[in-house]
């Protein structure tokens, strides 16, 4: 299952997962609260793995300050290995604006998708992104624009399958396309989506 931007109403419900096809592993492309995340954690029994957006609103706030949202596994700037999968999780997005957090300079997106590329050297299955690479889902204005940084990481370890989130549904893009160079397909998670690999 494939999550990021919005609070899908067929997914955040009582009942859920009732009437759902079965699903072995949840990637959630940032940009979701966490008490979202901390419910898919608590009403499935298979891993949750995320990255963070651009508004970082992962976290949760039960009167001890913010905190990561629990049950679940953050993957930026690592490796983790679920479901059978070798997972490579970047979140945020390039710089739009002076700050915020939730956003990174070129410089640290090639400073840290490349340490991400030297711990995936062993091969990774699955890019899990919030931003997406260069190409048909790079978004029309600037905040949305494509990740060059990205698209080297893409280049450089061939995973099967890219996750990102960051561009809506509003922008018609579509939702999946096969990179011509890596062979890697990629996929728009915005809302919900059932995949499979």
């Known amino acids: 299952m494939l999550l990021a931007d919005y609070v899908h109403p067929y997914v955040y419900r009582e009942g859920f997962p009732q009437g759902s096809p079965p699903v072995d592993l949840v990637l959630a492309a940032g940009d979701l609260p966490g008490y979202y995340l901390e419910f898919l954690a608590s009403t499935l029994t298979v891993p949750i793995v995320y990255v963070h957006g651009n508004h970082e609103n992962e976290y949760v706030n039960e009167g001890d300050g913010r905190i990561p949202p629990r049950g679940v596994i953050n993957a930026h700037g690592r490796v983790v290995e679920e479901a059978g999968l070798k997972i490579a999780g ?20 090639r400073v840290g998708l ?22 048909p889902h790079a978004g029309l204005d600037y905040a949305h624009r494509g990740c060059d940084s990205i698209s080297r990481f893409i280049r450089k370890r061939h995973p099967r399958l890219v996750v990102h989130g960051h561009i809506h549904e509003y922008e018609g893009k579509k939702q999946d396309y096969t990179d011509e160079e890596s062979g890697a397909r990629v996929v728009n998670a915005y809302g919900y989506r059932l995949l499979e690999l």
């Open 114 to 135: 490349g340490m991400l590329a030297w711990r995936a050297r062993r091969g990774v299955d699955v890019l899990l992104t919030h931003a997406p690479p260069l190409g």
């Open 90 to 109: 970047w979140g945020g997005a390039p710089r739009y604006r002076k700050d915020g957090a939730g956003q990174y300079s070129a410089a640290e997106g």
